[in-house]
Protein backbone atom coordinates (compact mmCIF):
# COMPACT_ATOMS: atom_id res chain seq x y z
CA UNK A 1 0.00 0.00 0.00
CA UNK A 2 1.56 3.65 -0.56
CA UNK A 3 -0.09 6.54 0.40
CA UNK A 4 0.16 9.89 -1.63
CA UNK A 5 -0.65 13.15 -0.15
CA UNK A 6 -2.47 16.33 -1.68
CA UNK A 7 -3.17 19.41 -1.27
CA UNK A 8 -6.86 20.32 -2.81
CA UNK A 9 -6.98 23.61 -5.02
CA UNK A 10 -10.59 23.70 -5.64
CA UNK A 11 -11.30 26.06 -3.12
CA UNK A 12 -9.56 28.66 -0.24
CA UNK A 13 -9.37 26.13 2.16
CA UNK A 14 -6.97 23.95 0.49
CA UNK A 15 -7.39 20.68 2.16
CA UNK A 16 -4.93 18.47 2.61
CA UNK A 17 -6.08 15.04 1.69
CA UNK A 18 -4.22 12.03 1.80
CA UNK A 19 -4.98 9.39 -0.83
CA UNK A 20 -4.60 4.90 -0.36
CA UNK A 21 -3.46 3.55 -3.10
CA UNK A 22 -2.92 -0.30 -3.20
CA UNK A 23 -2.08 -1.61 -6.97
CA UNK A 24 -2.83 1.23 -8.50
CA UNK A 25 -6.19 1.36 -6.77
CA UNK A 26 -7.81 3.93 -4.64
CA UNK A 27 -8.47 2.18 -1.08
CA UNK A 28 -9.64 5.29 1.28
CA UNK A 29 -9.42 8.66 1.15
CA UNK A 30 -8.95 11.12 4.37
CA UNK A 31 -8.98 14.89 4.83
CA UNK A 32 -11.50 16.13 2.28
CA UNK A 33 -14.53 18.23 3.58
CA UNK A 34 -16.00 18.20 0.74
CA UNK A 35 -17.48 15.51 -2.01
CA UNK A 36 -15.64 17.73 -4.57
CA UNK A 37 -12.76 17.83 -2.79
CA UNK A 38 -12.80 13.57 -2.58
CA UNK A 39 -13.66 13.12 -6.36
CA UNK A 40 -10.54 15.63 -7.14
CA UNK A 41 -7.90 13.71 -4.86
CA UNK A 42 -9.13 10.56 -6.18
CA UNK A 43 -8.82 11.70 -9.69
CA UNK A 44 -5.60 13.44 -9.81
CA UNK A 45 -3.78 10.42 -7.89
CA UNK A 46 -4.73 8.33 -10.71
CA UNK A 47 -4.88 10.18 -13.64
CA UNK A 48 -4.82 13.88 -13.16
CA UNK A 49 -6.75 16.37 -15.60
CA UNK A 50 -5.94 19.83 -16.92
CA UNK A 51 -7.94 22.25 -18.84
CA UNK A 52 -6.04 23.12 -22.11
CA UNK A 53 -5.13 26.98 -22.90
CA UNK A 54 -3.34 27.71 -25.85
CA UNK A 55 -3.48 29.46 -29.30
CA UNK A 56 -4.12 28.56 -32.63
CA UNK A 57 -2.89 30.10 -36.25
CA UNK A 58 -6.08 32.32 -37.33
CA UNK A 59 -6.71 33.67 -40.93
CA UNK A 60 -8.42 36.59 -42.29
CA UNK A 61 -8.28 38.33 -39.10
CA UNK A 62 -6.33 41.55 -37.75
CA UNK A 63 -4.51 39.09 -34.97
CA UNK A 64 -2.31 36.25 -36.24
CA UNK A 65 -3.21 33.74 -33.21
CA UNK A 66 -6.69 32.81 -31.24
CA UNK A 67 -6.29 31.89 -28.07
CA UNK A 68 -8.22 28.44 -27.55
CA UNK A 69 -8.85 26.59 -24.32
CA UNK A 70 -10.61 23.00 -23.68
CA UNK A 71 -14.24 23.17 -22.30
CA UNK A 72 -13.21 21.10 -19.48
CA UNK A 73 -10.52 19.26 -18.68
CA UNK A 74 -8.92 16.52 -20.55
CA UNK A 75 -6.20 14.13 -19.22
CA UNK A 76 -2.34 15.30 -17.79
CA UNK A 77 -0.76 12.52 -19.79
CA UNK A 78 -2.69 13.51 -23.21
CA UNK A 79 -0.88 17.54 -22.98
CA UNK A 80 1.78 16.38 -25.75
CA UNK A 81 -0.26 14.83 -28.25
CA UNK A 82 -2.87 17.64 -27.33
CA UNK A 83 -0.09 20.36 -27.82
CA UNK A 84 0.55 18.76 -31.61
CA UNK A 85 -2.97 19.16 -32.62
CA UNK A 86 -3.37 22.71 -31.75
CA UNK A 87 0.01 23.22 -33.68
CA UNK A 88 -1.50 21.97 -36.21
CA UNK A 89 -4.93 23.63 -36.40
CA UNK A 90 -5.31 26.97 -38.62
CA UNK A 91 -8.96 28.60 -38.31
CA UNK A 92 -10.17 31.18 -40.70
CA UNK A 93 -12.05 34.20 -39.67
CA UNK A 94 -14.97 35.06 -38.16
CA UNK A 95 -14.58 33.35 -35.14
CA UNK A 96 -17.07 33.98 -32.30
CA UNK A 97 -15.95 32.89 -28.21
CA UNK A 98 -16.96 29.34 -27.49
CA UNK A 99 -17.06 28.51 -30.85
CA UNK A 100 -16.23 25.30 -30.92
CA UNK A 101 -13.28 24.30 -33.62
CA UNK A 102 -12.44 19.82 -32.54
CA UNK A 103 -15.81 18.70 -31.22
CA UNK A 104 -14.63 15.95 -28.92
CA UNK A 105 -11.09 16.98 -28.71
CA UNK A 106 -8.89 13.95 -29.50
CA UNK A 107 -11.52 11.41 -28.40
CA UNK A 108 -12.42 13.15 -24.95
CA UNK A 109 -15.27 14.80 -23.91
CA UNK A 110 -14.01 18.03 -23.93
CA UNK A 111 -14.26 20.54 -27.01
CA UNK A 112 -11.53 22.71 -27.99
CA UNK A 113 -13.23 26.11 -28.32
CA UNK A 114 -12.20 29.55 -29.23
CA UNK A 115 -11.82 31.73 -25.93
CA UNK A 116 -12.33 34.87 -27.72
CA UNK A 117 -14.34 36.49 -30.92
CA UNK A 118 -12.36 37.69 -33.99
CA UNK A 119 -13.15 39.20 -37.08
CA UNK A 120 -12.69 38.80 -40.08
CA UNK A 121 -10.79 41.91 -41.86
S1 LIG B 1 -11.90 19.41 -0.16
FE1 LIG B 1 -13.60 20.80 -0.57
S2 LIG B 1 -13.44 22.34 1.05
FE2 LIG B 1 -11.44 21.30 0.95
S3 LIG B 1 -10.22 22.55 -0.47
FE3 LIG B 1 -11.19 20.94 -1.67
S4 LIG B 1 -13.05 21.89 -2.45
FE4 LIG B 1 -12.34 23.14 -0.75
Same mark, same amino acid.
Given at each position: !? +??? +????? =??? !? %???? @? &??? /? #? $???? /? *?? %?? @?????? =????? +?????????????? *?? $?????????????? *??? /??? #??? !????? !??? &???? &??? =????????? $???????????????
Amino acid at each position: !M +ENK +ELICV =NCP !M %GCRI @T &VTL /D #E $GRVI /D *IK %GY @TCEKGK =NYAAQ +ETVRPMRVLTSTVR *IN $GALARVLPVITSQE *IPL /DMM #EEA !MEAVR !MLT &VDAP &VRV =NQVLIPHFL $GTDADLVASRSMKKI
